[in-house]
């Protein structure tokens, strides 16, 4: 890994009521043996996540907590954290759900690609990837989106909804964040579509995506059926994701 890349890794949580898991993924992530800072964005949780995170910000000085009041949604969360990122210092940001599903175990590796790659994807569908305890239908949707999503970006990358991602500064640096619409789930796909445009050095790294520690789900069939409509509506309008 490159050393000065290394010292300015900016981790990005977005949380709603993740009380039961967000105190132990703060300390998961603290005790990989590299410098990091965390950024939480979280949208007004109302089952004490608030507490937990204020606990561990007096805990650690390395947390950074947005408290959004107004809207809700994990694609506004999302824009949130790329803009607090791009006016930051940091040089690379990872982003990874905080229920566990997205093992931040994967994250050292992750940035062994760097500075040779501009983006990288965890990925369930490549060579040594998958999923534990998940169920058939988020399996058979994750493949149609996937299919979906492939044809319309033509990309040959197999992952395009994995949710856990490492990105380059300057990548995203080429993004027109203030033309970005998903409000829910589609950020997924309008950021790698941005990355796609800017001509990103992506790499697939495998993972074993599990399914949430504890919690409960925020992905409806409402959202589910709003992200398939956001893919299109991505792939239509094209290149307003750059600048
Ligand atoms: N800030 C913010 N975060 C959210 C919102 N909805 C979900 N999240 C977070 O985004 C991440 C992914 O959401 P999940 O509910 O786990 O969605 P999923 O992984 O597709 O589905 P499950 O794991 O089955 O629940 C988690 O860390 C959530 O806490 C939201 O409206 N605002
Ligand atoms: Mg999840």
């Given amino acids: 890994m490159n050393k000065s890349i290394s010292t300015r890794v900016l981790i990005f949580l977005p949380t709603y009521n993740e009380r039961n898991n967000i105190g132990k993924i703060i300390d998961v992530i603290n005790d ?12 007004n949780s109302t089952d004490g996540t ?19 009041k107004d809207r809700k949604g994990r694609g506004l969360a999302g824009i949130v954290a790329l803009k607090y990122f791009i006016k930051s210092s940091f040089d690379i940001l990872v982003e990874l759900d905080a229920d566990f599903s997205h093992h931040p175990k994967y994250i050292p590796r992750f940035l062994k690609y760097f500075p040779k790659y501009d983006v990288i994807i ?51 640096n080429q993004f027109n964040l203030d033309n970005f619409f998903s409000v829910h789930y589609s ?49 239509f309008r094209g290149k307003k994701i750059l600048k």
């Fill in 32 to 43: 990989l043996n590299f410098k990091k800072e965390i950024l939480i964005v979280d949208d």
């Fill in 50 to 68: 608030l507490d937990i995170i204020n606990e561990k910000c007096r805990a650690f000085k390395n947390i950074t907590l947005i408290l959004r």
């Fill in 122 to 172: 965890g990925s369930r569908l490549i060579k040594n990837g998958g999923e534990e305890r998940r169920s058939m239908i988020r399996y058979i949707i994750t493949l149609i989106a996937n299919l979906i999503i492939r044809r319309l970006f033509r990309t040959k990358l197999k992952d395009c909804t994995s949710g856990y991602r490492v990105f380059k500064k300057e990548i995203l």
């Fill in 187 to 235: 950020i997924t796909e309008e950021i790698l579509y941005g990355c796609i445009l800017t001509k990103a050095k992506i790499k697939e790294v495998p993972i074993i995506f599990y399914e949430r520690a504890g919690g409960e789900s925020k992905l409806d069939l409402k959202k589910t059926l709003f992200t398939f409509v956001g893919i299109l509506k991505i792939f």
